[in-house]
């Protein structure tokens, strides 16, 4: 019982962060060309899965903002739960900063072709280009330092996992 409280403390409290950033840096969080700094937090999930759902409920919470409404709510944030599950099967954190990379380049950009009439593969690669910037170049730079706090990792309940 105390430990399903952990996981739903946890899972709430990256679900605030990364919602938090997202919207608190909405000009560059949302749209074909967009560096949504909070993705860096999606490699958490490469360390944890049990941080996924918490991850999905604050991109969806984030999506809530978006000018697409709905349909951003579902798709984007299925994009987002799609790289969070293929993390899963990834031997290295360069691997797993990959999969947000290819579910949302593909997802987000039919989404922004047919919701916004952008050209398809420009906007894949608009968007894949600012999941590489967040995910895969910040992530890997700032989630190991951001790891090495040991409260984060108390927090995170990541005290035995290595950044």
């Known amino acids: 019982m105390m430990e399903t409280r952990l996981k739903a403390y946890r899972g709430a409290m990256v679900a605030a ?9 909405a000009p560059v969080s949302y749209g074909a060309v967009q560096v949504r700094v909070s993705e860096f ?6 360390y944890d899965k049990g941080l996924i759902p918490g ?5 969806l919470i984030s999506n809530v903002g978006s000018p697409f409404g709905i349909t951003d709510m579902l798709i ?31 997802l987000i950009g039919f989404e922004l072709n047919y919701m916004a009439d952008l050209p398809l593969l420009p ?13 895969t170049i910040l992530g890997n ?3 190991p330092l951001f790891l090495k706090n040991e409260t984060v990792r108390n927090i995170l309940d990541l005290k035995n996992k290595k950044p």
Not at 41 to 46: E, I, Q, R
């Open 55 to 59: 991850l999905t409920l604050g991109c």
């Open 123 to 135: 906007t894949m690669g608009y968007v894949a280009l600012g999941e590489i910037i967040s995910v």
């Open 76 to 106: 984007g944030t299925s994009a987002t739960f799609l790289g969070l599950y293929f993390m899963r099967f990834c031997r290295s954190a360069f691997l797993a900063s990959l999969m947000p990379v290819f579910s949302n380049g593909l």
């Open 41 to 46: 937090m999606t490699l958490l999930a490469f």
């Open 17 to 25: 962060l990364y919602a938090a950033l997202t919207l608190g840096l």
């Open 141 to 143: 730079l700032l989630l």
